[in-house]
Every structure is written in structure tokens, then in C-alpha cells.
T-cell receptor, first 114, second 113 residues
Framework: KAGVTQTPRYLIKTRGQQVTLSCSPISGHRSVSWYQQTPGQGLQFLFEYFSETQRNKGNFPGRFSGRQFSNSRSEMNVSTLELGDSALYLC?????????????FGEGSRLTVL | AQSVTQLGSHVSVSEGALVLLRCNYSSSVPPYLFWYVQYPNQGLQLLLKYTSAATLVKGINGFEAEFKKSETSFHLTKPSAHMSDAAEYFCAVSENSYGKLTFGQGTILTVHP
């Protein structure tokens, strides 16, 4: 069974640009969550999607957005990039049933903003 | 709001020694607790989880953790460290929130030969 797949794995952008990251969940999983990981702030929850609807959202500015498609694949977008957006962005999938929170993570997309 | 505190950002042990990584949580409701491991340049892998079925939870790679409600702790242990255990370990809590885990700051485990 294939795991969670994130693309691209690495990317470099400059301030002011925007970026789109993609996540394909484990087959059969309908929930996709996104996290930002930085050395200073650690792992922080961005948002969660289930059946194309955002069910939960963390405390990030509106520059961070996401969506989910009918096949459960998800994308997140960051507009007007800032230096502080440099981070590892992790996607996680789960069945989405219940609130136990067991998540299966991808290897992440490492974003560097220059 | 729930929170997680991992005591010790770095832990160093000798190969074959006991591994003890500490985690304390704060939660207003009975929590679901997790330990994840992250190897360099990789995502997070679930080691084990507590979901109220049993207080002593066994996970992969010989790790286990004990849920102690009175101490609000969920420490991770392994009787004998192996070089391949060197990684960063994260304790996390979930409560009634879709897709959201609250993570501790992580503990980097170093294993010396």
C-alpha cells in the first residue's frame, strides 16, 4: 500500500512569490492535514480537509490556504512568501472517521524562501 | 487548550543502555496520546499510540510507553538502545479536533557506540 506522497520534495522561492504544494493521501483515506515544521516553532497545524471541506484550521494568516479534490488529493498554497515561511511542510492522511487523530505523514516538502 | 512538554531537547545514551524520553501533557478531556519518530530529511513515523484501551502501550522497534493519569505523563522507553534509534522523537496529544495534533518540541536522541 503506497504511503502519503508529497511533491515537490524541495523548492526554492523568492520573497513575494507564491507556492503550491501537493499531497496524495493513502488510498482510501479521506482526511488530509497540513503541518508546518520549523526549528523555532516546531510542528504547527495548518488545516484539515475531509471530503473537499475544510473541517479545522490552525492559527495561520490568510496567505496560507488549501483545498481538497474529489479524489482526496490536497494542495496547499502560500501567497506573498516571506522569509519566515521557510519550513518543512508536512502532509498527513487518515481515514477521517472519529477523532483519535492517528495520522500517517508524508516525507514533506522543504521550502526555502530567499 | 491542550499542551505537551517534552523534558530534555537532547538525550544521549550508549548503545545497549536504557532509553527514557519524557513527555507530560495537559488536557481538559481524556486524551489520545502518540509518540512519533522523525529521521533526518523524512516525515514522521508513528511509534505507538494510547487511546484508553491499556495504560502500557507497546509500539514498533521495541519501544513502549506508559500512560499515568495521576502524573499526566506518557514517557517513552526502550530497554536497550540501538544505533538505528538515533532520531528526533515527538510526543503529541489529540482531543476532539479533526486532524489536529499538538506536538511537543521534540527530543533528539543520540546513541553512542
Amino acid at each position: 500500500k503506497a504511503g502519503v506522497t508529497q511533491t515537490p520534495r524541495y523548492l526554492i522561492k523568492t520573497r513575494g512569490q507564491q507556492v503550491t504544494l501537493s499531497c496524495s493521501p493513502i488510498s482510501g483515506h479521506r482526511s488530509v492535514s497540513w503541518y508546518q515544521q520549523t526549528p523555532g516553532q516546531g510542528l504547527q497545524f495548518l488545516f484539515e480537509y475531509f471530503s473537499e471541506t475544510q473541517r479545522n484550521k490552525g492559527n495561520f494568516p490568510g496567505r496560507f490556504s488549501g483545498r481538497q479534490f474529489s479524489n482526496s488529493r490536497s494542495e496547499m498554497n502560500v501567497s506573498t512568501l516571506e522569509l519566515g515561511d521557510s519550513a518543512l511542510y508536512l502532509c498527513a492522511s487518515s481515514s477521517g472517521q472519529g477523532l483519535t487523530g492517528e495520522l500517517f505523514f508524508g516525507e514533506g516538502s522543504r521550502l526555502t524562501v530567499l | 487548550a491542550q499542551s505537551v512538554t517534552q523534558l530534555g531537547s537532547h538525550v544521549s545514551v550508549s548503545e545497549g543502555a536504557l532509553v527514557l524520553l519524557r513527555c507530560n501533557y495537559s488536557s481538559s478531556v481524556p486524551p489520545y496520546l502518540f509518540w512519533y519518530v522523525q529521521y533526518p530529511n523524512q516525515g514522521l513515523q508513528l511509534l505507538l499510540k494510547y487511546t484508553s484501551a491499556a495504560t502500557l502501550v507497546k509500539g514498533i522497534n521495541g519501544f513502549e510507553a506508559e500512560f499515568k493519569k495521576s502524573e499526566t505523563s506518557f514517557h517513552l522507553t526502550k530497554p536497550s538502545a540501538h544505533m538505528s534509534d538515533a532520531a528526533e522523537y515527538f510526543c503529541a496529544v489529540s482531543e476532539n479536533s479533526y486532524g489536529k495534533l499538538t506536538f511537543g518540541q521534540g527530543t533528539i536522541l543520540t546513541v553512542h557506540p
